[in-house]
């Protein structure tokens, strides 16, 4: 049965990923080591983005419902200065987490506030916040080991929920798709599948867990299949279409991957 992350779930879960995230910070043999799959980011500054990402939606979420950011939250997001020194920056990390965590728990799930995600299939609420950061902090986690060298696959509850968040949230939008009408299948060995349709009416998300295979009424145009870690790096661009188990006309994937909406 298709169950997603509850509430409480993606707190322990950011609290995990951060805590995943800061050990490969403290492990890390040179803070300026380049990240390879942030090719313009050492590892400071990718310290840098998410603990003060941490603090930029701890301050979105506070401020509920508004038809854009805050200016102070853009504004003092813009003039943190992280920690060079390790421990002070490990703890730096570790009071961003917090802030956040404190900030979600206090509001509660159904809190609405902005997100960049409006017109997708993700609530604009402290919950979809939540589960956003869960990936965000999952995927820079693999980023930071990366760069150390040892990446980790992501856990398979991170993973999982993953995939759909990442449709849910960046794919899913009512702005037309600028090609021919197609479908495309998303297949996780662990047992899961989702289904985008992309069209006149933009992109919509359809969830085929609870079939074995995946399986369904009429074929993709394309799919992808792999682990569900891997599908989440795919997304994210971690993993590259040549590196991926593709079924069908992969025109569309790279399609889908050089498309603007907002453009």
Known sequence: MH????????????DDRSAA???AIAAAPDLDAKVPSCPEWTLHDLARHLGSGDRFWAAIVAAGPADGPPAEAVAARAAIVAPRERDALTAWLADSTQQLLDTLRAVGAEADCWT?????????SAGGVARHRVQESAVHTYDAQLANGAAE???EEVALDGVEEFQFTCVATPVAWPHTPAVIDYHATEGRSWRLHLGADGVQVEILTDLPTGAAATPADV???GSASELVLFCYGRFSLDAMNIDGDRRIFQQLI???PSA
Do not use: V
Not at 3 to 14: A, E, Q, S, V, Y
Not at 116 to 124: D, F, L, N, Y
């Open 21 to 23: 995230f800061r050990a």
């Open 3 to 14: 169950t997603n992350p509850d509430f409480p779930d993606l707190l322990r879960l950011i």
């Open 153 to 155: 696959m992501l856990p």
């Open 116 to 124: 960049w995600w409006p017109g997708s299939q993700t609530p604009q």
């Open 258 to 260: 050089d498309w603007d």
């Open 223 to 225: 799919s992808a299949r």
